[in-house]
Every structure is written in structure tokens, then in C-alpha cells.
């Protein structure tokens, strides 16, 4: 399965590609003089990144690849985002839609990575299904979490994390600058509004 880095790289991408759909965006504008954190999207963009990795806490917790890696948590991560949105005041549609996102994306590099152990997969359709599901494709690979320290497991985690920034980083540097561009045309616009033509 993929490193932590690859998901939150992809929770990343799949959260900007959902903010480009046409909507409210005016809520998180910022001019191009304002700081890139800012203008990459703040602390949604860190919260979705954090959700691109998040199902591997059941690490800790329950049967990897199960619960956390399903359907079922894709929707709960939207309805809580949804609820935070709204108490928040913001797009609920947008935050629930993004954060779902960027949470389903484990899923799917999960699905399309290397799986030696068994039961192979994940349950994609828990709580529906007991089937688990991958796709052999085999485009991820396997990282090693044991013995951590080790150089074989260092070598092997290195060369995946590597191979997901050259399949990912391109994907997300292309996002990052359509979407800097977007809304600093939409700050723009919002100001342009504020002030009367001279």
C-alpha cells in the first residue's frame, strides 16, 4: 500500500480538483501578494491532506483496510465535513464534497496498489458487502511498516515514496497553479465589485 506522503499528496489534488467546479469560492480568496500557504488554500488544504492518509490510522485501532477503508467512511468524512462547514458558515456542498474526496482517494490508491498480504484489497463496500476488492493493477507500491529503521525497509519505503511524488507531484504542481490562478481572478473580480470604476 502507498506511503502516508502519496496519500496526502492525492487527498490534495482530488480536494483542489473538486474547489475548481464553478461556485462559491469567494470565502477564501486571497491576492497574489498574500502569503502561498494562503493562496493554496489554508488550513483545508492541510485538513485534506491529512484525510488522504487518515484511513490508515486503523492501524492503531481495528483490522487494517476494513472500516476505514470503505464507502461507508467516504460518507461519514463528508457529512462531518458538512457539519463543520455549516456551523462554520461556510459552503457546506464545497468543504463536504472536497474533504470526501480527498478521504476517498485512499481508497482508490489502495485499490490500484501492490497487496502481498492476505486477505488482499480493502472492503470498499463495508458496511454493505464483506467482499474485498483491488485491482491488480499494481501501480503503487507495497511500503513496509515494520522495522522501520532498517535499510532494507528504508530502501524499499524510499523508492515508493519517490515513485509516488513522480506520479503524483506533476498532478498536484498543475492543480496548485490553475487554482492559484482561478482564485486570484476571483479576488480580483470581488474587488473590482467593491470599488466603483474611476
Not at 484525510?51 to 476494513?66: C, E, I, K, Q, S
Request: aromatic letters at 8%; a positive charge.
Amino acid at each position: 500500500m502507498p506511503s502516508p506522503i502519496g496519500h496526502a499528496l492525492a487527498g490534495v489534488a482530488a480536494a483542489w480538483a473538486v474547489d475548481l467546479v464553478p461556485g462559491d469560492r469567494a470565502w477564501r480568496t486571497a491576492p497574489e501578494s498574500a502569503p502561498w500557504c494562503l493562496r493554496v488554500g489554508d488550513g483545508l488544504t492541510l485538513l485534506c491532506a491529512g484525510l488522504g492518509a487518515a484511513p490508515d490510522l486503523d492501524l492503531a485501532f481495528v483490522a487494517h483496510r476494513t472500516v476505514t477503508h470503505s464507502i461507508g467512511a467516504v460518507a461519514f468524512a463528508g457529512i462531518f465535513a458538512a457539519a463543520l462547514a455549516a456551523n462554520a458558515r461556510r459552503p457546506i456542498g464545497r468543504i463536504a464534497l472536497m474533504c470526501a474526496a480527498a478521504y476517498a482517494t485512499h481508497l482508490l490508491l489502495d485499490w490500484l496498489a501492490v497487496d502481498l498480504s492476505q486477505p488482499r484489497g480493502i472492503q470498499a463496500l463495508w458496511p454493505f458487502r464483506p467482499e474485498w476488492f483491488i485491482s491488480d493493477l499494481d501501480l503503487f507500491r507495497q511500503t513496509e511498516r515494520r522495522h522501520l529503521w532498517s535499510a532494507a525497509t528504508m530502501v524499499k519505503n524510499s523508492k515508493a515514496i519517490l515513485q509516488e511524488v513522480v506520479m503524483l507531484g506533476p498532478l498536484v504542481a498543475g492543480l496548485w497553479l490553475v487554482r492559484v490562478k482561478a482564485l486570484a481572478g476571483l479576488a480580483s473580480e470581488v474587488t473590482g465589485r467593491d470599488h466603483p470604476a474611476q
